[in-house]
């Protein structure tokens, strides 16, 4: 493992710390499947090696600061590369939804590619493994396919104070990659669960007529619509987004205040979480990968506090 730092500063204003790295593990351990005559079905085994490097930037400034208002920043920001380099024998592991393989990302896909659907009779289509369109869906057409490992991800805090009051917010962000999301899949049923769960809005661009070109396929009420809704590549969703993760706003009673009422110390807050999520995909009247990143839309929550000192 090789990790190199620096760090500076400049005027006690701007302080900037980089740290790059790279990360070799070898024997990797891993679980694998054995023949059932020995009496188990899986054992442990040092089965490859496996690759990380990246750079992470952590730098504070100050703003402004003067004798009632200051305002400070704390960002930061980091990109890793991994890669799996040997398996053992070289034999590619395949998961429900990804596979080891070597040269690959570890977070690397392995699903069917989705053709869309067909505006003759809305059936839903695919790509074979040599990237023909074919009506019949098949595992044997699965191939390595994007992955989950974003470009680079971080953060942003900003802290602003105006005499006794402080007002703080987060915003988290990450660019690049994709994810799978099994909540879309099933909210995207094609009629399949349109009776017992509800229905991404997605599902009105549906085929109707011979030369509609729609978002899905015909839907065909409790019907597996000819595996339209399988694992492949119509999940697949880019995984960019902005996030505003919380706003705290605070005050501090004054200290004449306090002490008339026997306390040492009192502040009151304000703090909202989850205020709001941006992704560079979003349409009017379409879902995204901002209403399935966790499952269900996230919760906005509004809290107030006091804190006493006594």
Known sequence: MANIGLRANFGNRVDVEVEVYHKKTVDLLQEQDVSRTTGDTRVTRNIGSTQNRGIEMNIETTNIQRRDFSWRTIANISRNENKLLELYQGIP????????????????????????????????????????????????????YKNSTPWFYGGITNTFQYKDWTLSF????????????????????????????????????????????????????????????????????????LRLKNIYLTYDLSEAWTQRVGLKGASVSLLADNIGVWTPYDKAGRNSFKQTMSGYPMETTVSVGLNVKL
């Open 170 to 241: 987060l915003a988290v962000y990450s660019a690049g990659g994709y994810r799978f999301t099994s909540f879309g899949r099933d909210a995207s049923s094609d009629g399949l669960h349109l009776m017992e769960s509800n229905q991404s809005v997605n599902q009105l661009d549906r085929w109707q007529q011979p030369g509609d070109l729609a978002l899905s396929p015909k839907p065909l009420w409790q019907v597996t619509n000819a595996n339209s809704t399988m694992n492949s590549t119509r999940y697949l969703q880019n995984a960019t987004f």
């Open 93 to 144: 592991q395949t998961r429900d939804r990804t596979i080891w393989m070597e040269g690959y990302d570890l977070n690397t896909y392995f699903l069917v590619r989705w053709a869309g659907v067909d505006p003759r009779d809305g059936a839903p289509l695919w790509y074979d493994s040599n990237g023909n369109v074919t009506r019949t869906y098949s595992n044997a057409n699965r191939i390595p």
